[in-house]
């Protein structure tokens, strides 16, 4: 059996926002099933779970001696893994893998930018003029990124473990000022969204939060 690790509560409040999500998804995408050991905050940082995630973060993953951290690559292992989320011809799987490293080095970490900004920088006197400086930066990898979907479903051919990474990254953004700018990308979000195994992944991540919090 496979085990994740995920927040005993999530400061997302059921969004679907913190990281097990990605790797629920992915694991609904393939048909594995799996548990999850919820971590409360108070044992993040304990050697048991360092074991695990040398930075004491959430989500893991154990399947048999194989232990893993980091979500980006915890969902490249489920895709060589088990059929569904990478397909079969070596160039289209090296192209995936492209879009993969691209969400989690070219993307995510702009948009990680805004919610440092915005929450942790708040009180800075400078904070007032970085924002528009990091949100123009948004601005500008989201018209490449709509540029390059164009028309299509998703990002290179058939849905796929790249399609995983990047609507969770773009989904950090819904509702908000530069994603909403590009129809095509919230679109694309959507429609990732509408997947029966993002459904089943986000329904999971939910359940736990309301446990949680009744
Ligand atoms: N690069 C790592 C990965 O992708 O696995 C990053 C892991 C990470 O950031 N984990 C966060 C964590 O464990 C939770 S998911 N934080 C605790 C700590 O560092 O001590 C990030 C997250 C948290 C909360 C929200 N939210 O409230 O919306 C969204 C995303």
Redesign the pocket.
């Known amino acids: 059996m496979i085990t994740i690790t995920a927040f005993a509560d ?3 409040q059921g ?1 679907g ?3 097990d999500m990605i790797v629920r998804w992915a694991l609904e995408e393939v048909g594995q099933p799996y548990e999850a050991r919820l971590v409360p905050w108070k044992d ?1 940082k304990k050697p048991e779970h360092r074991q695990r995630q040398p ?5 893991t993953y154990e399947e048999g001696d194989l232990v893993l ?4 690559a915890i969902v490249l292992h489920i895709a060589e893994r088990f059929p569904g989320l990478f397909p079969g011809d070596a160039n289209a799987r090296a192209r995936a893998i492209t879009w993969m490293f691209a969400t989690v080095s070219d993307v995510e970490p702009l948009i990680i930018q805004r919610e440092v900004t915005e929450y942790l920088e708040s009180d800075k006197s400078w904070a007032a003029e970085r924002m528009p400086l990091v949100e123009q930066r948004i601005r500008e990898r989201l018209s490449e990124l709509s540029a390059y979907i164009g028309g299509a479903d998703w990002i290179d051919g058939e849905f796929g473990a790249a399609d995983v990474l990047l609507v969770q990254a773009l989904r950090r953004l819904e509702g908000q000022g530069p994603l909403i700018e590009f129809p095509l990308l919230t679109a694309y979000v959507e429609r990732g969204k509408a997947r029966p195994a993002f459904k089943r992944a986000f329904a999971a991540q939910l359940a736990v939060f309301q446990r949680a919090n009744a």
């Open positions: 999530s400061p997302d969004a926002l913190a990281r993040f930075f004491g973060q959430i989500p951290f980091e979500s980006g």
